[in-house]
């Protein structure tokens, strides 16, 4: 498997499947470990974060998962590969500007990743299409289990599995879902969740996680709590508060069109038109439309339009991707250009010709 | 009233402060409280908000802030400056000043979730490794080759019996 190669296809959590994928984009889950035998992160000296890469990767690569996993070692591999992977949500942002011996090992279906010598010794996590917490955490739990046979994990009886951050202490655990929300943004109602949610020690964050900004109303939601609570109340926890958010959404959007439909058709379609028609565009504002078209396929407003089309737009148009792509480097001004001549063919792709024509 | 700090906005912000046996009113503006206080201004990042709460949730005695990890040498203050602990036994040496930070950030202190079949039996040796690794290092630097050759033939050993297992 090469890099070069995903870059025309999107992980499978983007595929829109699962349980109400209209609103859940993706659910995803990752646990913190570290190993006894090294010290963290903040005090591996340059001879030790080789060795200590060596023996991760070594394990990872041992264990028995159904899909077989790739590895790929991020201090030689060039800036532009690292950007990719974290627009794929394969690593943290802080992973690919790190230094050192470092690394990411991940399956070809991208529902399993894990990350070496990150802040901590292991972050992996599992990934899947629309609201399914118990499915992600089966497949993480049992690779977890794995794992832990081959490798010494710091634990401590009282403080649990040990982590370089006391924020992350006791099962390590971050239970992350992603959701599309315009209409509550839209009707300025996203600041009820977002105090509603802290009540119950969750926390609403951007599009890549933490201290991210939030862009074409995608949002994660996810808990802040790790120690004190078993893994499974902290899934519980989540199960139970992402409904309201599903159904307030839903809500917003109902009256939505019951107020304004003419004028959110007007907005949906113009957004598709523009994805259809543009010849230069950013990828900001490509986000800002695939957030409205997206909208707009459930609401039924466009037909044609293949949801598993739009979701892939979301990572395929961002820069490393065209980059990877086009099979070099292109300057953000090309780029945008790239970008509308990909989104068009996309498009026409994913819908009946007859309405293409007038383009050709 | 104005501010006692700047004297020139409205004092919104008043408190009594005990130093030592001395108790003080102080009338301040949000702007210099929140200053005088090392509150996060409006629109901070979790991390901030953290280590905010780090330094002010740990009033650590005099002790707890000269001690040091013997197997990582991470100091407690180092900690307190980065936010991120040395190795796993940090835990345990911090522990007097960890334990409210925890609280804090948590639902309690003890650990409820998933536990690794092996746990516990490794810490020793673990601990052992950090801190002959660490040795290892600093005979390299000084040059010292023969110690360093026994270092690692030592963590080699060591490394045999994890294997075993």
């Known amino acids: 498997m090469q890099i070069s190669k995903l870059a025309t296809r999107a992980g499978e959590w983007l595929k829109g499947e699962g349980r109400d994928a209209d609103i859940v984009v993706s659910s995803r889950i990752r646990l913190a470990r570290n190993i006894t035998d090294f010290p963290f992160m903040s005090k591996v000296s340059p001879g030790q974060r080789g060795e200590l890469e060596q023996l991760l990767r070594g394990k990872i690569l041992s264990i028995d998962v159904p899909r077989e996993l790739l590895y790929l070692g991020l201090a030689e591999l060039p800036g532009v590969d690292r950007l990719f992977l974290v627009e794929r949500h394969l690593i943290s942002r802080e992973h690919a500007s790190g230094e050192g011996e470092r690394g990411v090992a991940f399956d070809e279906a991208e529902s399993l990743s894990i990350m070496t010598n990150e802040e901590d010794h292991l972050r992996m996590q599992s990934i899947r299409s629309g609201f399914e917490l118990e499915q992600t955490w089966q497949a993480l739990d049992h690779v977890d289990t ?17 982590t370089a951050c006391p924020t992350n202490v006791g099962t390590g655990m971050r239970v992350s879902v992603m959701l599309h929300l315009p209409a509550l943004v839209s009707t300025r109602h996203l600041d009820k969740v977002v ?28 808990n802040q709590v790790t120690l004190g609570k078993a893994e ?6 989540v199960l139970n508060a992402i409904p309201r958010v599903i159904t307030y959404e839903r809500k917003a959007r109902e009256t939505l069109m019951a107020e304004n439909r003419k004028q959110i058709e007007d907005r949906v379609w113009r957004a598709y038109g523009i994805l259809k028609v543009a010849r230069s565009i950013s990828s900001e504002e490509t986000l800002h439309l695939i957030s409205q078209v997206r909208m707009g396929v ?14 892939e737009l979301f990572v395929l148009t961002l820069p490393a991707h065209l980059q990877k792509l086009a099979g070099r480097e292109i300057e953000p001004e090309e780029r945008n250009v790239e970008r509308a001549d990909f989104v068009r063919r996309k498009l026409a792709g994913s819908q009946d010709l007859q309405e293409e024509k007038p383009d050709v | 009233m104005k501010c006692q700090s700047c004297n020139k906005r409205e004092a919104t912000v008043h408190f009594t ?17 929140r200053e005088k206080s090392g509150m996060p201004p409006k629109g901070v990042t979790l991390e901030e908000i953290f280590s905010n709460l780090i330094q002010q ?24 400056a980065g936010g991120r602990l040395g190795c796993a ?21 003890q650990h409820v979730g998933k536990t690794p079949s092996r746990a516990g039996a490794d810490v020793r040796r673990g601990n052992e490794m950090i801190r002959l690794r660490r040795e290892l290092d600093r005979a ?5 080759y023969e110690k360093a050759a026994e270092l690692r033939d030592r963590i080699q050993s060591l490394t045999g019996t994890a294997n075993a297992d």
């Not at chain 1, 499974?232 to 926890?237: K, L």
């Not at chain 1, 459930?298 to 979701?311: A, M, P, S, Y």
């Not at chain 2, 007097?96 to 930070?101: D, F, V």
């Not at chain 2, 390299?140 to 010292?144: A, K, L, N, S, T």
């Open chain 1, 146 to 162: 794995m794992l832990e046979k081959e490798l010494n994990y710091a634990f401590h009886s009282r403080f649990g599995y040990l």
């Open chain 1, 195 to 222: 105090n509603a949610v802290a009540k119950i020690n969750l926390v609403v964050r951007g599009l890549y996680g933490e201290g991210t900004e939030a862009s074409g109303d995608f949002y994660q939601i996810s």
């Open chain 1, 232 to 237: 499974t109340d902290i899934i519980d926890s």
């Open chain 1, 298 to 311: 459930h609401l039924g407003i466009l037909k044609n339009v293949d949801l598993k089309t739009v979701n």
């Open chain 2, 17 to 33: 402060d005990i130093e030592g046996d001395e108790k003080k009113e102080v009338h301040l503006c949000e702007e210099c409280a």
């Open chain 2, 57 to 80: 949730h740990s009033k650590e005695s005099a002790k707890l802030l000269k001690t040091a990890c013997p197997n990582c040498g991470m100091s407690y203050i180092e900690f307190k």
């Open chain 2, 89 to 109: 036994s940090d835990y345990v040496v911090f522990e007097e000043g960890l334990a409210p930070l925890l609280e804090r950030l948590h639902q309690g202190t």
């Open chain 2, 140 to 144: 390299v630097q000084r040059e010292e």
